[in-house]
């Protein structure tokens, strides 16, 4: 609907409200400052993931009784209250940050492994080859699903994460049905396997993690594999793909970067704000709030756009440039209050060790992409392919 490039849409929203409609229908909130205060605000809840994500209020169009339903009923993102807070700790005790660090020497040497053939070739088709299978790989090692399965495991993620899409049509969530109906015997014949010999992957902690005397069920921890696989994957292969196109456009910078490697973290929050792979975060109102003196009434769902709010001119000085020196970037593209993105110093990881060696064991990238092509997704910013020749 917004085509491949929404931000002269999200200017135009932005500039006209802090709170605006969308075409669509839908409420939205553009700005900066009000984005940050509703993703922090005890005011609003997610929306409950059984009912379908376009109207998340309205009529559910989604079988309730079916295997997706009951997945995204129970994807800590579409938890609330107590049961957010209960859900989220027993998941951040298996994900610690000791078991992020350990992942470093891991991702070093598989993204060496992935431009291996690409630097002797010469070319490489980025999210095919590069930016798809690092984070996919490191997710699967990390939940503990064999490497075998992957690909599988891939398509059947692609299928459901269409239904958070504000657009997301019948015949999507009909085939987000179908890969659920093969996806969630496959991950709890895969618990019982791991319970019977169990390792030390995130599945496994999953199982063993008890806090206050409360486990997470067995519904709870399949359902939570099928999230964290969709969210630790697609996320950041969107950071890498939508970074490296975004530095490839503005060669100047990624000479900088080059040039000046210890900017790279910072250059990281810059790519994320400049081109962030989450465009939207879902809210529902508990009681009725008003911003900037419009009104959210309770229960009605809104978003807030978190890629409008990163290109706010109130909050950054020439907000469509990108500047990897750009002091205090702060995007909110890793959302922010009590449903901080869990991933994001893996994200990070994973991006930084990309960046690194994608410049550090090259001389020069260029594009052989003329015209990239975009998912149609409004949630999610994607490229489908990206191809670029390296020296
Ligand atoms: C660049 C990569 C990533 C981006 C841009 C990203 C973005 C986000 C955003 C915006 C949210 C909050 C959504 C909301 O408030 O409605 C979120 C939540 C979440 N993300 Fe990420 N994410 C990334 C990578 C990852 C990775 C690698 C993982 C796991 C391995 C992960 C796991 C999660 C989880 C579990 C939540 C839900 C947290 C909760 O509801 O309490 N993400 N992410």
Redo the contacts with the bound molecule.
């Keep these: 609907m917004l085509g491949d490039d929404p931000y002269p849409f999200y200017a135009q929203w932005r500039e006209s409200g802090a709170v605006v409609k969308a075409p669509w229908g839908m409420t939205l909130v553009t700005r900066y400052e009000q984005v940050d205060r509703v993703?922090r605000s005890a005011a609003f809840r997610?929306p409950r993931g059984y009912r379908d994500a376009n109207d998340p209020a309205g009529p559910p169009r989604m079988d309730r009784s079916s295997e997706l339903a009951l997945h995204r009923r129970l994807w800590?993102?579409f938890?609330s209250g107590d049961a957010?807070t209960r859900q989220?700790k027993l998941?951040m005790k298996a994900?610690t940050p000791r078991a992020v660090r350990a992942l470093a020497p891991r991702i070093e040497s598989l993204v060496s492994e992935l431009l291996a053939p690409a630097l002797e070739r010469g070319t490489m088709a980025v999210i095919a080859d590069f930016s798809y299978p690092l984070?996919a790989t490191v997710?699967c090692e990390?939940l503990g699903i064999p490497a075998a399965d992957r690909d599988r495991n891939r398509q059947w993620a692609a299928a459901v994460v269409q239904t958070i899409d504000p657009l997301c049509t019948e015949a999507q969530l009909k085939q987000a049905e179908a890969a659920m109906r093969e996806w969630d015997p496959y991950i709890r014949t895969l618990l019982a396997e791991r319970r019977k010999h169990p390792g030390d992957a995130l599945l496994d902690a999953m199982l063993a993690v008890e806090d206050e005397g409360t486990r997470m069920t067995e519904d709870e921890i399949a359902a939570?594999a099928t999230?964290?696989f969709i969210?630790?994957?697609e996320?950041?292969t969107?950071?890498i793909g939508n970074g490296l196109y975004a530095l490839l456009r503005h060669p100047e910078q990624l000479a900088r970067l080059r040039a000046e490697p210890g900017l790279l973290e910072n250059a990281i929050e810059e790519l994320?704000r400049f081109d962030?792979?989450?465009h939207f975060?879902?809210?529902v109102p508990l009681e009725d709030v008003e911003i900037e003196g419009v009104v959210l009434p309770r229960e009605v769902p809104f978003a807030a756009c978190?890629a409008a709010a990163n290109r706010d001119p109130r909050r950054y000085d020439k907000p469509d440039s990108l500047d990897i020196a750009r002091p205090d970037p702060k995007p909110l593209?890793?959302?922010?209050?009590?449903?901080?993105?869990?991933?994001?110093a893996?994200?990070r990881l994973?991006?930084k060790h990309a960046f690194e060696q994608l410049l550090g064991r090259t001389r020069d990238i260029s594009l052989v992409t003329e015209k990239p092509v975009w998912k149609s997704s409004l949630t999610l910013r994607a490229l489908t392919e990206l191809h670029i020749a390296l020296r």
């Design positions: 993703l997610t800590v993102i938890q957010h989220r998941i994900f984070p997710i990390l939570n999230f964290l969210a630790g994957h996320t950041t969107n950071l994320l962030s792979p989450v975060a879902p809210r978190l593209s890793f959302g922010g209050g009590p449903h901080y993105c869990v991933g994001a893996l994200a994973e991006a």
